[in-house]
């Protein structure tokens, strides 16, 4: 696998600090005090233009003076100084510099002239990273180039925040838990060239990083970093941690993404705490919680209820002591805690333990915390321990936080069964809106838009069981359909798809009015893209599966959020015309296609599927065929060809390995469509989407048997070479973007 553009940021070989002091306190001194406590175990060269050497290194006036090539500059000059270092960078041929300053106690005008300084530098060439003070950890390498004095324990964790304070207490959180670090990097908020997404996409290829928490950023392109953690999120787990104010809108927002993508969302420091514990343990998914304890905890039960979590106490006849609804005694021996606990954990009837300890008039509780925390390394169950004495993984000061570890541990599996979720076919009897009596209207009237949308319309009054849907532009997400009772809020983004109607139907028990939700959702997909204007809509749906409408169309100067979530490439459906004159239609790949590209494997003949997938495969499984399907447009995607009565024809598709180095591609096409050139046109559609996502390269493996494929590739400017894997497969490669020195002459006016 290719590197990628930031593994020389986060293993250098060697860094320039320019600014590096002796200076006590100054940030020079401390970062470079820093670099040599780790210890970072590449060469440092400080640039310092009095003094001939700092920390015992020998130090440079300036970048020219030094002869040895350079992986990171680190400047923790002042802004003012940028615009100069910036290209002596460039000429010293250094890829990455790092911005490290204490900006929220410089001048007002330090930040824009940074910024200045970096948009200026933009040509060079440079990638420049601002940072906190907190700047860059890598333990297992020994690098620490900011402030942080303690040495970090090298672990599985990477940590991506936006401010120092918020770094600082999530490094403490990993401390706590006995959790070691693999990354972490403080951003500096609206400075600089790095996001999230490229970090993450980064992180995706660190064999050491299996768990990654991130300190949201919104005013980020939310587009590329939802799409970065939704890729991330197929080989490790995400933590997006909410630290600004989001109001009930944003949060129902954020948990919608939570489900799309696969992350965990945490709005407060016990959340993510949490979260932090149930991601990081390892243990077996579990829906139930059995509860022992040296307390009576029928209390438990309410606090358990505000999680969603039921709990199971334990029943009499529990060897080696009798139990009753969990409670075990106010005394009891740690023998005797200890081999109640072992017997739940071994028990088929308990999925998870949680396991209280207060303190006794024996005062044991540090003997009996000391075997649960034993007893714990030795099962794959998961045994949550709360106890005034906990210190580690799962082990808790408090039940509440035990309680909201054991929550987002079972959401988090939840998260990960959803992913190879399908969705149902459209069904049949939806009606397209009638989009030209909309556009011929202005101001449609409620009675004109229910009947364009085709929703049954009614004029009877609201009630308390009525769920009110409001569709409209969100400032900072774009279009969203949000649906609210007296209990709760749900979000729902764009494209929407029958996978979405059916949760909006399971949530609020909307099963007699599911012809409704799947009219409403279809309806709106075409409204967003055919009547753009009418942006808002007020609805109340009702017990009968009637709605009451009421439009309020916003101004079109306001229309400037873009849709997280990315549409699908295509409104429309061009018709290809195949060279027996046939015309069919080419389009995107939509979630509900799943049986009709489950039907089209399973009909293709025997040696095409082999070709295709390099297997004998009868039938995609569900993983598979959710990854397929499932698709995220902002980095992937799949165009159809299908005939008059709805069954595909060919199927083209890409799919991410390294973003944005290169995607690769499969395609396939029934048998009465060989020598009709659909193949080359689906290829096309791939191809034109790939380049414009960003990616600079398209390859595959193809079966040196498979001729058609070898020739289609080369006929559409794909280099083929022998695989060094296998001698029967040939790699396929097409460079998407044209090269660098490649400028076309302009032509005369």
């Known amino acids: 696998m290719s590197k990628h553009l930031f593994d020389a940021l986060f293993e250098p070989q060697h860094i320039i600090v320019i600014g590096a002091s002796e200076r006590p306190h100054s940030l020079g001194e401390r970062v470079l005090s820093a670099l040599l406590r780790a210890p970072f175990q590449g060469k440092i060269t400080p640039v310092n233009l009095r003094h001939k050497s700092v920390g015992g290194l020998k130090a440079y006036p300036n970048l020219s003076r030094i002869s040895e090539a350079a992986d990171v500059a680190l400047i923790l000059t002042p802004a003012a100084s940028y615009e100069a270092l910036f290209k002596a960078c460039h000429k010293k041929q250094i890829r990455h510099v790092v911005l490290v300053q204490d900006w929220e106690n410089q001048s007002a005008d330090a930040l824009p002239q940074a910024q ?11 990638h420049i990273t601002a940072c906190t003070p907190a700047a860059i ?103 997006l941690h909410c630290t600004h104010h989001a109001d009930e809108e944003e949060q129902a927002i954020l948990r919608h993404l ?12 016990d959340e993510m705490l949490a979260a932090i514990h149930a991601l990081a343990c390892g243990k077996l998914d579990a829906k139930k919680l059995h509860v022992i304890a040296n307390t009576p905890c029928d209390w438990l039960q309410s606090q358990a209820a505000s999680f969603g979590i039921a709990l199971q106490m334990a029943d009499r006849n529990h060897t080696p002591s009798e139990s009753h609804n969990g409670y075990i005694g106010s005394n009891p021996s740690t023998l005797h805690y200890r081999g109640l606990a ?17 303190p006794t008039a024996q005062s044991n509780e540090a003997e009996i915390t000391h075997a649960l925390q034993q007893l714990q390394q030795q099962h794959q169950k998961p045994l949550f321990i709360s106890s005034p004495l906990s210190d580690g993984l799962l082990q808790f000061r408090n039940t509440g936080q035990a309680l909201r570890a054991f929550f987002y541990h079972h959401h988090n599996h939840e998260l990960k069964a959803l992913r190879i979720q399908t969705a149902k076919p459209r069904p049949a009897y939806l009606k397209m809106p009638d989009l030209a009596a909309l556009s011929a209207a202005q101001a449609p009237t409620p009675a004109q838009l229910a009947q364009a949308l085709h929703l049954p319309e009614h004029t009877a009054p609201t009630h308390a069981g009525d769920i009110a849907l409001l569709f409209h532009i969100h400032p900072r997400y774009g279009v969203a ?129 082999q070709s295709r997938f390099m297997a004998h495969v009868k039938a995609l499984s569900q993983s598979t065929l959710a990854s397929f399907c499932n698709l995220d447009y902002q980095r992937e995607g799949a165009f159809t060809a299908e005939d008059a009565e709805g069954k595909l024809l060919g199927v083209g598709r890409f799919s991410c390995t390294h973003f944005p180095e290169q995607c690769e591609f499969g395609i396939s096409v029934a048998e009465s469509m060989h020598g009709q050139g659909l193949a080359f046109a689906l290829m096309q559609e791939i191809i034109a989407l790939a380049a414009r996502q960003g990616y600079r390269r398209m390859g595959a493996e193809i079966l040196k048997s498979n001729l058609p494929m070898l020739k289609l590739a080369e006929k559409l400017g794909f280099t083929l070479s022998p695989s060094p894997h296998d001698s029967e497969i040939a790699e396929a490669i097409l460079d998407l973007l044209p090269p660098a020195n490649n400028t076309k002459r302009k032509s005369r006016q």
């Not at 200045?116 to 440079?126: D, S, T």
């Not at 972490?184 to 609206?190: A, E, K, N, T, Y």
């Not at 939570?258 to 420091?269: A, E």
């Not at 017997?343 to 088929?348: E, G």
């Open 137 to 239: 950890q890598v333990p297992a390498n020994g690098l620490n180039s900011g402030i942080y004095p303690a040495r970090l324990s090298a672990g599985n964790v990477a940590v991506i925040s936006w401010h120092a304070a918020t770094g600082a207490g999530i490094l403490s959180v990993l401390s706590r838990a006995k959790l070691g670090l693999s990354r972490h990097i403080s951003l500096q908020p609206g400075l600089g060239q790095t996001h999230s997404a490229e970090l993450l996409d980064a992180l995706d290829s660190d064999p050491l990083t299996r768990l990654v928490v991130l300190e949201y950023n919104p005013d980020e392109p939310l587009r590329d970093l939802f799409s970065a953690i939704r890729h991330l999120t197929r080989q490790k787990s995400v933590i």
């Open 342 to 358: 072992e017997n739940n954990l071994q028990s088929h009837h308990t999925e998870a333990l949680l396991a209280l300890v207060v």
């Open 481 to 609: 359909l949000f649906a609210r009772s007296a209990a709760q809020t749900m979000a729902l983004l764009p494209p929407f798809n029958t996978l979405q109607a059916e949760r909006l139907i399971q949530q609020f028990g909307l099963k007699r009015q599911q012809k409704t939700i799947y009219q409403l959702l279809y309806s709106l997909n075409a409204l967003l893209t055919h009547a753009p204007h009418l942006n808002r809509l007020d609805l109340t749906l009702q017990p009968d599966g009637n709605v009451k409408i009421t439009a309020a169309p916003t101004p079109a100067e306001t229309h400037t959020a873009i849709n997280v979530r990315t549409p699908y490439p295509r409104a429309e459906q061009p018709l290809f015309t195949l060279k027996n004159g046939q015309t069919i239609p080419i389009r995107a790949m939509t979630p509900e296609d799943a049986e009709l590209e489950q039907q089209y494997v399973q009909n293709l003949p025997e040696k095409s599927r």
């Open 116 to 126: 200045a300084a970096i948009q200026g530098a933009a040509r060079l060439g440079l």
């Open 258 to 269: 939570s489900r799309y993508c696969g992350f965990l969302v945490t709005f407060t420091p």
